[in-house]
Nanobody, 119 residues
Framework: QVQLVESGGGLVQPGGSLRLSCAAS????????MRWYRQAPGKERELVAQ????????NYADAVKGRFTISRDNAKKTVYLQIISLKPEDTAVYYC????????????WGQGIQVTVSS
C-alpha cells in the first residue's frame, strides 16, 4: 500500500520557520523525483520545490527561492521541506508528491498538511 504521510505543519508566526517531513512507504522511494506543492484558499495548487532521485538537483518556484529548501534521505524514505522567514502568503495546505521521472503518469500524493502563518 502506497503512502505519503506529511508532518510538521501548524501555526507559525511571520518570520518563523518550520520543517515539513513526508514519509514514504509502499514503493521504491529512491526511484522517484519528489515534489512539494501547496494550495492556498481559493487558489490553484502550485509546485514549490522539486528534488531529483539522488538529491543532487533541486528546483524552486520563484516565490520561495532563498526561503525554502527541499532535501531527501533515501535511507529513511523521507523528503523534507525546510522553510524560513515565513510570510502570511505561505499559508496553505502543503502536499508531498512522488513522480516517476520516465513515466509521469505514475505519481502518488500525500493527504496534505496545513501551514498557517499568522500573528
Amino acid at each position: 500500500q502506497v503512502q505519503l504521510v506529511e508532518s510538521g505543519g501548524g501555526l507559525v508566526q511571520p518570520g518563523g520557520s518550520l520543517r515539513l517531513s513526508c514519509a514514504a512507504s509502499g514503493f521504491v522511494f529512491s526511484l522517484y523525483n519528489m515534489r512539494w506543492y501547496r494550495q492556498a484558499p481559493g487558489k490553484e495548487r502550485e509546485l514549490v520545490a522539486q528534488i531529483s532521485r539522488a538529491g543532487d538537483t533541486t528546483n524552486y518556484a520563484d516565490a520561495v527561492k532563498g526561503r525554502f529548501t527541499i532535501s531527501r534521505d533515501n535511507a529513511k524514505k523521507t523528503v523534507y521541506l525546510q522553510i524560513i522567514s515565513l510570510k502570511p502568503e505561505d499559508t496553505a495546505v502543503y502536499y508531498c508528491n512522488a513522480v516517476l521521472p520516465w513515466q509521469s503518469s505514475v505519481t502518488y500524493w500525500g493527504q496534505g498538511i496545513q501551514v498557517t502563518v499568522s500573528s
